[in-house]
């Protein structure tokens, strides 16, 4: 039997369908179209969701945060657990002096790890004056919003999956019983013991 006959063999009239195989060809069939129709639809909603939320946590972040201007008291260790050698850009810790309405504070701000000691760079810190991180750009919000997606996308296809999963093990279980069952009714008369 070729790949489409082996697939349509389910919905053709034959002595051999059972319900079992009836039932599991309109599980396929719903799940099919619920894959087709549910899984782009899911990622979407989650896109959206997600984006409005990220929206809404960025501009709070922003509301709460302020850019101010530090002074490094250190250089960054270059042997530190914090970084890493060789990469551009890659980032370390060191200790940090800024002022904020009046009050001066001294504590780690996360640098490139060639910064070195007196250089003056961009922290950010929240409304008690401790170093935090800059507010959620739109490259983030974007970035969170697609992974959210992707994940409902792939929720989708992996529930679906499993569904038919279990439908063709318990359609394989019963097929099994009335196969059992007919053969009982059949086996006698071949065997001459009726």
């Known amino acids: 039997m070729t790949g489409a006959g082996a697939a349509m063999w389910r919905w053709r009239s034959n002595p051999l369908r059972r319900t079992s195989d009836r039932i599991e060809a309109w599980t396929r069939l719903l799940l099919g179209v619920l894959l087709l129709f549910a899984a782009p639809l899911a990622c979407v909603l989650a896109v959206q969701a997600m984006y409005h939320h990220e929206q809404d ?36 810790k060191a200790v940090a002096h800024w002022s904020v309405r009046g009050r001066e504070k001294t504590g780690i701000a996360t640098v490139t790890v060639d910064s070195l000691s007196g250089t003056v760079i961009t922290i950010w810190v929240d409304r008690r004056n401790r170093v935090t991180s800059a507010p959620l750009g739109p490259g983030g919000i974007v970035a969170r919003s697609v992974l959210a997606g992707v994940a409902a996308f792939v929720g989708v296809i992996v529930s679906v999956l499993g569904v038919r999963l279990a439908v063709g093990r318990l359609g394989f279980r019963r097929r099994l019983i009335e196969w059992d069952r007919a053969w009982a009714d059949i086996e006698p008369r071949w065997a001459h013991r009726a």
Do not use: H
């Open 57 to 92: 946590r960025a501009e709070q972040q922003r509301g709460s945060r302020d850019p101010v201007q530090a002074k490094l008291i250190g250089s960054t260790p270059t042997e530190d657990l914090y970084t890493v050698r060789g990469v551009v850009g890659a980032k370390g």
